[in-house]
C-alpha cells in the first residue's frame, strides 16, 4: 500500500489567494483526518469524516477553512482567502474502524502564506 | 484542548543510552499511543497499550501506563542515532465515543553519535 498521499508537499502563496490541499486516504480506511502543525500551537485536530460524512469540524479555525470528501478515496482541504498565519505543515491521517484508532499520517504539505 | 503533556521537552543522550519519555493526561481513556515523528516528516504509529494494560513491550519499545495517576512512559533501550526524532502521546476520550485523538506537544529526543 502506499500509505497516506498529500498533494502538494510544499505550497507558497500570497496572502489573500486561495490554497487547496488534496489527501488520497489509504483504502479500505473508514476514517480520514486533517490536523495542522505549528511550533506555537502543536498538533490540532481540524476535522474528521467516517465515511465520506464530516463528524466533528469544531477544530476548524475559521470560515475561511473548508474540507470535503467526494468520495472513499479523496478529501480537500480548502483556505479562502489565505492569511500569514496560516501557514503551517498540514497533515491528512487515515483510520480503519477499529476500537483503537490508530491513525496513518501522509507526510503533510507545508504552506506559506507571504 | 491539551489531552496528554509530555515531559521532557526535549531529551538528548549518547547513542547507546535508554531514553524516558512521560506522558501526562487528564481524563478517562480507552487506550493511549505513542507515535513518532522524524523531521519533515509525519507521525508514525509506535505502539498502543490498552487501559487494562499495565506494560507493553515491542522490540526496543517499553510502555507503562498508571491510569491511577493518568500517565504513561515510553521507554527507548540501547538507543541509536537514527531513534533521534520526536516523539508523542496520544489518547482518546473515554467518556467520549469520537474516534478523536488528542496528540500533546511531544518529546523532541536527540540522540548524540
Known amino acids: 500500500d502506499a500509505g497516506v498521499i498529500q498533494s502538494p508537499r510544499h505550497e507558497v502563496t500570497e496572502m489573500g489567494q486561495e490554497v487547496t490541499l488534496r489527501c488520497k486516504p489509504i483504502?479500505?480506511?473508514?476514517?480520514l483526518f486533517w490536523y495542522r502543525q505549528t511550533m506555537m500551537r502543536g498538533l490540532e485536530l481540524l476535522i474528521y469524516?467516517?465515511?465520506?460524512?464530516?463528524?466533528?469540524d469544531s477544530g476548524m479555525p475559521e470560515d475561511r477553512f473548508s474540507a470535503k470528501m467526494p468520495n472513499a478515496s479523496f478529501s480537500t482541504l480548502k483556505i479562502q482567502p489565505s492569511e500569514p498565519r496560516d501557514s503551517a505543515v498540514y497533515f491528512c491521517?487515515?483510520?480503519?474502524?477499529?476500537?483503537?484508532?490508530?491513525?496513518?499520517f501522509g507526510p503533510g504539505t507545508r504552506l506559506t502564506v507571504l | 484542548s491539551q489531552q496528554g503533556e509530555e515531559d521532557p521537552q526535549a531529551l538528548s543522550i549518547q547513542e547507546g543510552e535508554n531514553a524516558t519519555m512521560n506522558c501526562s493526561y487528564k481524563?478517562?481513556?480507552?487506550?493511549l499511543q505513542w507515535y513518532r515523528q522524524n523531521s519533515g516528516r509525519g507521525l508514525v504509529h509506535l505502539i498502543l497499550?490498552?487501559?487494562?494494560?499495565r506494560e507493553k513491550h515491542s522490540g526496543r519499545l517499553r510502555v507503562t501506563l498508571d491510569t491511577s495517576k493518568k500517565s504513561s512512559s515510553l521507554l527507548i533501550t540501547a538507543s541509536r542515532a537514527a531513534d533521534t526524532a520526536s516523539y508523542f502521546c496520544?489518547?482518546?476520550?473515554?467518556?467520549?465515543?469520537?474516534?478523536?485523538?488528542?496528540f500533546g506537544s511531544g518529546t523532541r529526543l536527540l540522540v548524540r553519535p
Open positions: 483504502s479500505g480506511h473508514d476514517y
Open positions: 491521517a487515515s483510520g480503519p474502524l477499529s476500537i483503537e484508532n490508530t491513525q496513518y
Open positions: 496520544a489518547t482518546d476520550d473515554g467518556m467520549d465515543s469520537s474516534y478523536k485523538l488528542i
Open positions: 497499550i490498552r487501559s487494562n494494560e
Open positions: 469524516f467516517n465515511n465520506n460524512v464530516p463528524i466533528d
Open positions: 481524563t478517562s481513556i480507552n487506550n
